[in-house]
Each structure stands twice: as structure tokens, then as C-alpha cells.
């Protein structure tokens, strides 16, 4: 018998779809490729109790994923707003958070930014410093603790369909245990030597809320490649690019050295921030790269 359901958990090629009549199934895909991720919505067939097939993929609205010069790891399906997690401890780099934004308006969700561990004054000021960017930008950045309060960010995620993604360490598996309890993430002391978390969610799971939405708990990552993004996508993927787009004298400006730029007219004159600018002439030069590399060249 079919049915159809929504994939909420992927660890490699087995995948938890819970059923729209509220069933668990553990499922393996139909033929070799495994093309599913997260949150994706499926048609499935049973094998036996607790078992099941992956018959089809039903159309997605959004998909976020990672790319580097030889492949690419998919995260979520059909998310509706990326929750990008940072911390005062340990330090983070702002230049995940452009990337992770990068992806997030590729695909047209919505960004939130959460700054965790307030409670832990010693990075606050140096964090907000690097955040206010971001928030000039226009995406929101919300500050807790999620040892006290996450409401305020709850009222953020009913619902949504919310991707909670991060560098190692931030807390996103306790926010998840503070959101919902009975998910009981695993969570594991920093390694301060490292100044950096160890990984404690090994594979993406869907939490569904009870007021309305769910949310999705990442893997913790230290890398976040765009190499699937052309460089027209990831230009776009800059909000404050768009104004100036078509007015740089030359048609096919690169953004880099040729005279008459726009955008690095306005990034002299700090109408855009210049470390933006900086960021995605770095970010387009690996993914060129990388792609060359793919190509063999």
C-alpha cells in the first residue's frame, strides 16, 4: 500500500518518514541514487512493519545544501526560514553566517539570526559587533539564552518550517531540548582548547512544534561551500548588490578591478559594507575554482 508522508530524519541511505496518518517508517530509497533530504515530502510504499520503500519525490519548495568541489550534502527540504545560531563562546565567523545567507536567499526563506549564550557576557559586545552588519541588512537577530528562555523564539518558528544551522558548539542542540523537551538531543561540554564544540548531532531530524511548524536540527558544520551557486546566483544572493545592478560601466564587470564599478564606488563611499564586497569576491573565486577543479582543468 501507498501513502505519503514527510522524511524526518536522513542518516545515510536510510530515512525516517512519518506517515500522514502519524506512522513511523523506516525506509531505504528505490534504486541507487539517494536524493532525499530532510524535510522532503514523499510517497511511499510499505515492506513490512516499521518498513518501507521510497517511491517518489513530491515537488519541493525549497532545498539548502552545501557544495565543495566534489560534492554536495544536502540539509533541508521545503524549509520555510533558516535559524542561524551563533554564540558569545565560542567564537564564531561572521563570514558562515554571509554564506549560510547566501543559501538561504538563494532559495528565498527567511533568515533569523540567533545570538545564544547571552548569559555569557564575556563575548557579548565582540559578537554584536560582528552582527551588526546583518542586522543593518535587515535580518533579525535575536539574543537569549537558551539555559533560560527560548519563548521569545518560539513565537519566531510556530508556523515555520525552521532550519537550525550553525559552526559546532553553538547550542543548537539545546535550544532544541529547550523548545522541546522530549526530543533530548544529545548535548556535549566544548572543547575550549579547540575554542571550538564538538559535533553532537550527527544527522538532520525534523521536530515537529506543538503550536503549529517544526523545526530541523543540523549537523553541526565548520564549512558551508556555495560551489552550486553560479556567479550571477550568488551575486544576487547579496541583498544590498541589487541597487546597483546594471550600473557598473561595463556590462560584464567583475566587481574586481575595472573602472567604473559600482559596487566598489559604494563600498568607498560605505553605502555597502567593503568586507561584504570583499567576502563575495572570495566566495565567487572558490566556487570558480572549485568548479574547475570538478571539470578537471
Not at 543540523?218 to 550600473?247: I, K, N
Request: glycine share 8%; charged share 25%.
Amino acid at each position: 500500500m501507498k501513502t505519503t508522508g514527510t522524511l524526518i530524519a536522513a542518516f545515510g541511505r536510510q530515512y525516517e518518514v512519518r506517515t500522514d496518518d502519524g506512522e513511523i517508517l523506516l525506509c531505504v530509497p528505490r534504486g541507487k541514487k539517494s536524493v532525499f533530504a530532510c524535510g522532503d515530502r514523499v510517497q511511499v510504499a510499505s515492506t513490512g512493519p516499521g518498513q518501507g520503500v521510497i517511491d517518489k519525490l513530491i515537488e519541493r519548495t525549497s532545498l539548502l545544501y552545501r557544495s565543495d568541489a566534489w560534492r554536495q550534502k544536502l540539509i533541508a527540504a521545503n524549509a520555510t526560514q533558516v535559524v542561524m545560531v551563533v554564540a558569545t563562546e565560542p567564537s564564531f565567523s561572521d563570514e558562515f553566517v554571509s554564506r549560510c545567507v547566501c543559501a538561504a536567499e538563494d532559495q528565498h526563506v527567511k533568515v533569523l539570526i540567533v545570538l545564544n549564550k547571552t548569559d555569557l557576557p564575556a563575548g557579548l559586545e565582540d559578537a554584536r559587533a560582528r552582527l551588526a552588519t546583518f542586522s543593518a541588512l535587515g535580518y533579525p537577530v535575536l539574543e537569549l539564552s537558551a539555559l533560560d528562555d527560548v519563548e521569545a523564539l518560539r513565537a519566531r518558528l510556530i508556523g515555520e518550517t525552521s532550519l537550525l544551522v550553525g559552526q559546532s558548539g553553538m547550542g543548537k542542540s539545546t535550544l532544541t531540548n529547550a523548545l522541546i523537551p522530549e526530543a533530548r538531543a544529545e548535548t556535549r561540554e566544548i572543547s575550549e582548547v579547540l575554542d571550538t564544540g564538538k559535533h553532537t548531532t550527527t544527522f538532520a531530524r525534523l521536530y515537529p512544534l506543538p503550536e503549529g511548524g517544526g523545526i530541523i536540527d543540523s549537523p553541526g558544520m565548520q564549512t558551508f561551500g556555495l560551489v552550486h551557486l553560479s556567479s550571477e546566483a550568488l551575486e544576487a544572493s547579496f541583498p544590498e548588490f541589487r541597487p546597483y545592478a546594471g550600473q557598473c560601466r561595463f556590462r560584464d564587470c567583475r566587481h574586481d578591478t575595472e573602472p567604473g564599478c559600482a559596487l566598489r564606488e559604494a563600498a568607498d563611499a560605505g553605502k555597502i559594507d567593503a568586507r561584504r564586497l570583499r567576502q563575495f569576491l572570495e566566495f565567487r573565486a572558490e566556487c570558480e575554482s572549485a568548479r574547475r577543479q570538478a571539470q578537471g582543468w
